[in-house]
């Protein structure tokens, strides 16, 4: 349905405010970009399992191709389960890592196609992955990677901040958490209540102009 501007400050869960033409956005858009940052630093509140359900619980409404839903989360909280990690973490990323009180691995499971058959009821996809080892892994990496910025999104929703990395030894990852070879770490996600103070100055976006073509 599509909602005149007159109806913007009321309409469900309609994301401008009134003013079209200042385009003032929300603070739902706020919150998960505009004044979202990326944290390397977290204050000392702990995150509890019940938020990272409710985290779970809205990032998992997002969509993947033929509902695969290839991601698989493992939170370290424990000093135990971090401690696990460190001999992963690249020298940049490892004081800041081992302080946040939880890290995410966003993993994908390379047989996600074995849950098609509950997932995605179109028609059995499943033995089109088990005959091409090429399109699984191409498919667990594009929506394990979209998942793992739902989760951000999700996570900054729900008054989570964020600080994402691709700085580390994926194999030690892969041996030290997913023995099995089931499923491989995409990248690290350090989740708390942020601390600004730890932030980089923010850097700029290119420009629509640039990075566009409306064809
Ligand atoms: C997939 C991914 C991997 C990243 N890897 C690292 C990393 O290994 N170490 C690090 O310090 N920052 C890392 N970053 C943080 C980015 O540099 C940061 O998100 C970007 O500069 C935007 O910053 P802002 O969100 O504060 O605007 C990563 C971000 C993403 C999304």
């Known amino acids: 349905m599509v909602f005149p501007p007159t109806m913007w400050p009321t309409c469900p869960g309609c994301l401008r ?3 079209p033409p200042m385009n ?3 603070p739902a858009i706020d919150l998960a970009f505009t004044n979202a940052r990326t944290f390397n630093k977290f204050d000392g509140r702990a995150i509890s399992e019940t938020l990272l359900q409710q985290v779970y619980d809205t990032m998992k409404w997002a969509p993947t191709s033929m509902n695969c839903q290839p991601a698989r989360l493992v939170f370290l909280r424990s000093a135990e389960a971090k401690a696990r990690l460190k001999p992963a973490l690249s020298p940049g990323n490892l004081d800041k890592t081992m302080a946040a009180p939880v890290v995410v691995i966003v993993a994908m499971d390379t047989r996600f196609y ?3 058959p509950t997932q995605f009821a179109a028609y059995d996809a499943r033995p089109m992955f088990e005959a091409n080892a090429a399109l699984a892994e191409a498919t667990a990496f594009r929506n394990s990677s979209l998942q793992g910025a739902y989760f951000m999104i999700a996570a900054r929703l729900h008054g989570l901040d964020c600080g994402a990395m691709s700085g580390f030894d994926a194999a030690k990852v892969n041996a030290e ?6 499923c491989k770490a995409n ?3 350090n989740l708390g209540h942020g601390d600004a103070a730890g932030n980089h100055p923010r850097g700029p976006r290119l420009p629509f102009a640039d990075v566009t073509q409306v064809l």
Not at 177 to 182: E, L, P, Q, V
């Open 24 to 26: 003032k956005l929300s």
């Open 17 to 19: 405010t009134k003013d």
């Open 187 to 189: 990248f690290l996600i």
């Open 114 to 116: 074995e849950h098609l």
């Open 177 to 182: 958490f997913f023995a099995d070879g089931r």
